[in-house]
């Protein structure tokens, strides 16, 4: 069993969600996972007290969550000296065309300039409209996004956009790396 920190920095709530979902995917797994918001600071934490960590941050007016650069700014040498994870939660993953997803990986490109974070894996998923959450300008300016990106214009209903399979089977690509490093072991499967 290893022990993961999960840090993920949020707007809406679909960047905790998918950190919810990679919590359960890793505890399926056996393993210890903590899974903190980081604006709301690591809790009595250290980076050091885990065998992995995987930062997430949503994506909004092009930039990731201003409290995870700073983290990862601030956690450099400790996220060096363990397994690393990145993920991504943006409504540029969520389409399929190439200029779209060049969007996605460049945010990642970015940050990795800005912080010279370099993690072991990285994940890049489709976020989610949450249109109900929206104030008039936001919403007004988002529809206007998400007619070029996905031409979910209803403003009624929200849309979520994450392919949780993709999430899962990044979760246990990087379970997998983690455990050949840390000498840590999944369970067997019950067949």
Not at 57 to 64: A, D, L, N, P
Not at 107 to 132: C, Q
């Amino acid at each position: 069993m290893a022990s993961f920190l999960i840090v993920y920095g949020t707007s809406e709530g679909q960047t905790e969600k998918v950190a919810g979902q990679i919590a359960e995917t890793l505890a399926e797994r056996g393993h210890a996972t903590t899974t903190i918001d980081v604006g709301d600071g690591l809790g009595g934490h250290t980076v050091e007290d885990f065998d992995a960590v995987l930062v997430g941050s949503s994506i909004h007016v092009g930039k990731h969550q201003s409290a995870i650069t700073e983290f990862v700014t601030g956690h450099h040498d400790a996220l060096a000296a363990v397994p690393s994870g990145f993920f991504q939660v943006s409504l540029s993953s969520a389409v399929e065309d190439p200029e779209g997803q060049a969007e996605a990986a460049k945010y990642v490109e970015d940050l990795i300039a800005e912080t010279d974070f370099h993690p072991d894996r990285i994940g890049l998923f489709g976020g989610a409209l949450r249109y109900s959450k929206y104030g008039f300008l936001k919403r007004l300016m988002l529809k206007r996004i998400a007619k070029d990106a996905t031409g979910d214009t209803d403003t009624s209903r929200d849309y979520e956009y994450t392919d949780w399979e993709e999430v899962e089977a990044f979760t246990d690509d990087f379970a997998a790396f983690v455990e050949g490093r840390v000498g840590a072991t999944a369970p067997a499967s019950e067949d």
